[in-house]
């Protein structure tokens, strides 16, 4: 009887010391798994969640990688300054292969992660894809270099998305632009175009040049295409060579274009070259080479932007090379716009974010000052410039300033 007394009490203070233990490390558990604020406090803060929908691999990595890089150094800065509200911003980024289908798999696993809102993508057609998952979540997502126009007014619509945003011109401004430097600084009348139909970005721009073109009083004399994955234009640009242009609009990616001007020269092309903003890669000298010489672009930002002279001089000391324009000044931009909407109505509660963010005015964001048109969620008076290759490397060309609406 002794022995089984002894027994029960030395469980009893077992039992005892377990639960003595089991109270008092409540709290420290918590926090070491990296559990939320405690209600006593002494937890660290719940961190606000911002996603990013970016390219890591493939032939949009470079653009993406340099994307990531750039929220990263933004976000580190943040949080050594006390976060946002006290509390700390958690980058969250998936890889979207730029790709469509893999887009709206990266947006609903941001959903699912509890994002307040998201950086990206940066191809028109992946964001259009995500949008849908985004805006029926009440997610928040701002666009890098989505130019294209129905990404926040989708097709049918009269107005723009609740929750859909960007932080770049639109392709009825780029191709603007595009057609105008060609008409007045390049003093050309005929133009050709070789575009790819498999790609919306490459479509709508090269409708958006004609249309400024013509009614500028030139002519397209040429208006040739091929298809996503194509590399071999000769054909088509036999056509154009031969149809008299003085200028060459090839609306498409640094991979196509670069190619396209090479085979040009090798068909004895004498006559300018022009792109958009996504030329904007060392792929399109390596493929394309001395033919890219003299080349002109249109670009969203610049690296000569005195503007951003500081930021590139800082990226460039962290991450050991020069940003890969244009995507990192515009994530940073869209991430600016949340970071200010959250500190402005002292809330993350998406529906009053998008509100605030839809309306606002004069934001001081990294490219300069941010201003939203409520009606279509596209950034007023975004500035262009113009760029050109000289000796293999990009150069600023000339600033295009954009009124405001």
């Known amino acids: 009887m002794k022995k089984g007394k002894r027994l029960v009490a030395v469980l009893l203070l077992t039992l005892l010391l377990v639960t003595l233990a089991a109270c008092g490390g409540g709290t420290a558990g918590g926090a070491a798994s990296g559990g939320g604020a405690s209600s006593g406090g002494t937890g660290a803060a719940e961190p606000i969640k911002i996603g990013h929908e970016v390219a890591l691999t493939g032939g949009s990595a470079l653009w993406g990688q ?42 609903n696993r941001l959903v699912n ?34 130019t294209n126009e129905k990404l926040t007014v989708p ?17 009825p401004y780029q191709g ?3 057609a105008t430097f060609a008409l007045q600084d390049l003093g050309v009348t005929k133009a050709g175009i070789l575009k790819d139909v498999g790609s919306d970005y490459s479509t709508y721009l090269a409708m958006y040049f004609s249309e400024t073109f013509t009614g500028g009083g030139g002519t397209i004399v040429a208006d040739e295409s091929f298809r996503t ?11 154009i060579k031969d149809a008299g242009a003085e200028v060459l609009f090839i609306p498409t990616m ?4 670069g190619l396209a001007m090479k085979q040009a020269k090798e068909l004895g092309m004498d006559c300018y070259f022009l792109g958009g903003d996504a030329w904007a890669s060392d792929e399109l000298v390596e ?23 500081d930021w590139v001089d800082e990226y460039t000391a962290k991450w050991g090379r020069a940003p890969v324009m244009p995507n990192p000044p515009l994530a940073v931009d869209g991430l600016y716009a949340v970071v200010a909407a959250i500190e402005a109505t002292g809330t993350t509660d998406t529906a009053i974010l998008a509100d605030w963010i839809a ?27 113009i760029e050109t290759v000289q000796n293999g490397e990009f150069v600023f060309y000339k600033g295009i300033a954009a009124a405001i609406d």
Request: with cysteine; hydrophobic share 45%; glycine share 10%.
């Open 229 to 239: 994955d194509e590399l071999e234009y000769k054909a088509q640009l036999s056509k």
């Open 176 to 178: 603007d632009v595009a």
């Open 66 to 107: 340099a994307e990531k890089n750039a929220l990263d150094m933004a976000i580190e800065k943040i949080n050594a300054d006390g976060g946002v509200l006290g509390r700390p911003l958690q980058l969250i980024a998936y890889d979207n292969k730029a790709e469509q289908a893999e887009g709206v798999n990266v947006a």
């Open 359 to 385: 309306n606002c005015k004069d934001v001081q964001v990294l490219t300069g000052k941010l201003t939203m048109d409520p009606q279509t969620h596209n950034p007023l008076g975004k500035p262009a410039v």
């Open 155 to 171: 097709e049918g619509q009269d107005e723009a998305l609740r929750y859909i945003f960007r932080s770049c011109f639109i392709d």
């Open 254 to 257: 640094q991979k196509e274009a």
């Open 113 to 146: 992660d509890g994002v307040i809102a998201v950086i990206g993508p940066a191809q028109s057609g992946v964001a259009i894809a995500a949008a849908a998952v985004f805006e029926e979540a009440g997610v928040i997502a701002i666009g890098t270099t989505t």
């Open 287 to 309: 493929l394309g080479g001395d033919a890219t010489e003299g080349g002109f672009f249109v670009n969203i930002a610049s690296l000569a932007d005195p503007v951003l002279k």
